[in-house]
Protein backbone atom coordinates (compact mmCIF):
# COMPACT_ATOMS: atom_id res chain seq x y z
CA UNK A 1 0.00 0.00 0.00
CA UNK A 2 1.42 3.39 -0.82
CA UNK A 3 -0.31 6.98 -0.06
CA UNK A 4 0.33 9.80 -2.34
CA UNK A 5 0.28 13.18 -1.35
CA UNK A 6 0.76 15.90 -3.46
CA UNK A 7 1.58 19.56 -3.11
CA UNK A 8 3.08 22.92 -4.83
CA UNK A 9 0.22 23.77 -6.35
CA UNK A 10 -1.44 27.58 -6.90
CA UNK A 11 -2.12 30.31 -8.99
CA UNK A 12 0.31 31.61 -11.29
CA UNK A 13 0.72 33.98 -14.38
CA UNK A 14 0.92 33.07 -17.84
CA UNK A 15 4.76 32.15 -18.51
CA UNK A 16 5.72 31.81 -14.89
CA UNK A 17 6.28 28.12 -13.30
CA UNK A 18 5.56 25.75 -10.46
CA UNK A 19 6.98 22.67 -8.64
CA UNK A 20 4.83 19.80 -8.22
CA UNK A 21 5.69 17.61 -5.37
CA UNK A 22 4.54 13.93 -4.52
CA UNK A 23 5.73 12.12 -0.86
CA UNK A 24 5.25 8.92 -1.02
CA UNK A 25 4.58 6.82 2.14
CA UNK A 26 6.36 3.48 2.62
CA UNK A 27 9.47 1.81 1.74
CA UNK A 28 9.59 0.40 -1.38
CA UNK A 29 9.13 3.63 -3.40
CA UNK A 30 11.55 3.03 -5.49
CA UNK A 31 9.70 -0.39 -6.71
CA UNK A 32 7.29 1.63 -8.13
CA UNK A 33 7.11 4.07 -11.83
CA UNK A 34 5.78 7.31 -10.82
CA UNK A 35 3.72 9.61 -13.06
CA UNK A 36 1.48 12.71 -13.39
CA UNK A 37 -1.73 13.46 -15.06
CA UNK A 38 -3.79 16.43 -14.83
CA UNK A 39 -7.89 17.08 -15.08
CA UNK A 40 -9.38 20.35 -15.99
CA UNK A 41 -13.43 21.12 -15.01
CA UNK A 42 -15.37 19.19 -17.69
CA UNK A 43 -12.36 16.62 -19.47
CA UNK A 44 -10.80 13.52 -18.66
CA UNK A 45 -8.32 13.09 -16.72
CA UNK A 46 -5.13 13.12 -19.28
CA UNK A 47 -1.34 11.50 -18.67
CA UNK A 48 1.28 14.08 -18.42
CA UNK A 49 4.33 12.21 -17.92
CA UNK A 50 6.22 9.15 -16.34
CA UNK A 51 9.58 8.28 -14.90
CA UNK A 52 11.09 5.26 -14.16
CA UNK A 53 12.20 3.25 -11.02
CA UNK A 54 15.47 5.06 -11.77
CA UNK A 55 14.51 7.93 -12.13
CA UNK A 56 16.54 7.51 -15.83
CA UNK A 57 13.91 7.22 -18.21
CA UNK A 58 10.95 9.66 -18.60
CA UNK A 59 8.23 10.14 -21.15
CA UNK A 60 5.70 12.81 -21.54
CA UNK A 61 2.75 13.55 -23.63
CA UNK A 62 3.53 16.23 -26.38
CA UNK A 63 1.47 19.24 -24.89
CA UNK A 64 4.03 19.32 -22.20
CA UNK A 65 7.00 18.22 -23.90
CA UNK A 66 9.91 20.90 -23.50
CA UNK A 67 7.81 22.69 -20.80
CA UNK A 68 7.59 20.36 -18.29
CA UNK A 69 10.05 17.69 -16.25
CA UNK A 70 9.86 14.81 -13.87
CA UNK A 71 13.22 13.63 -11.41
CA UNK A 72 12.29 11.63 -8.30
CA UNK A 73 14.52 11.29 -5.24
CA UNK A 74 14.02 7.60 -4.03
CA UNK A 75 15.89 8.53 -0.76
CA UNK A 76 13.24 11.01 0.17
CA UNK A 77 10.25 9.05 -1.57
CA UNK A 78 9.23 12.03 -3.73
CA UNK A 79 8.74 12.53 -7.46
CA UNK A 80 8.36 16.13 -8.56
CA UNK A 81 6.53 17.89 -11.50
CA UNK A 82 9.11 21.00 -12.73
CA UNK A 83 6.19 22.95 -15.06
CA UNK A 84 7.59 26.24 -16.86
CA UNK A 85 6.60 28.25 -19.47
CA UNK A 86 3.01 27.95 -18.10
CA UNK A 87 -0.14 28.40 -20.44
CA UNK A 88 -3.56 28.74 -19.18
CA UNK A 89 -4.53 25.49 -20.73
CA UNK A 90 -2.68 23.71 -18.03
CA UNK A 91 -4.83 24.96 -15.33
CA UNK A 92 -5.96 21.65 -14.03
CA UNK A 93 -6.00 19.82 -11.02
CA UNK A 94 -2.66 17.37 -11.14
CA UNK A 95 -2.32 14.04 -9.70
CA UNK A 96 0.33 12.02 -8.90
CA UNK A 97 0.24 8.20 -9.44
CA UNK A 98 2.14 4.97 -8.66
CA UNK A 99 2.26 2.30 -10.66
CA UNK A 100 3.73 -1.28 -9.46
CA UNK A 101 3.74 -3.52 -12.10
CA UNK A 102 5.96 -1.44 -14.72
CA UNK A 103 9.46 -0.57 -14.98
CA UNK A 104 10.26 2.32 -17.56
CA UNK A 105 6.93 4.03 -17.08
CA UNK A 106 3.44 3.72 -17.73
CA UNK A 107 1.42 6.42 -20.05
CA UNK A 108 -2.38 4.84 -19.26
CA UNK A 109 -4.82 5.55 -16.38
CA UNK A 110 -5.17 1.98 -15.97
CA UNK A 111 -1.71 0.79 -15.49
CA UNK A 112 -1.64 3.12 -12.09
CA UNK A 113 -2.56 1.48 -8.70
CA UNK A 114 -2.04 4.13 -6.30
CA UNK A 115 -3.68 8.40 -6.61
CA UNK A 116 -3.05 11.22 -4.69
CA UNK A 117 -5.32 13.87 -3.89
CA UNK A 118 -4.52 16.25 -6.28
CA UNK A 119 -3.49 19.82 -5.59
CA UNK A 120 -4.78 22.82 -8.37
CA UNK A 121 -2.62 24.80 -10.15
CA UNK A 122 -4.29 27.52 -12.51
CA UNK A 123 -2.69 29.53 -14.85
CA UNK A 124 -4.04 32.92 -15.42
CA UNK A 125 -3.73 34.58 -18.81
Known amino acids: QVQLVESGGGLVQAGGSLRLSCAAS????????MGWFRQAPGKEREFVGT????????YYADSVKGRFTISRDNAKNTVYLQMNSLKPEDTAVYYCAADRDSTYGAIHRNEYDYWGQGTQVTVSS
Open 26 to 33: GRTFSRYV
Open 51 to 58: ISRSGGRT
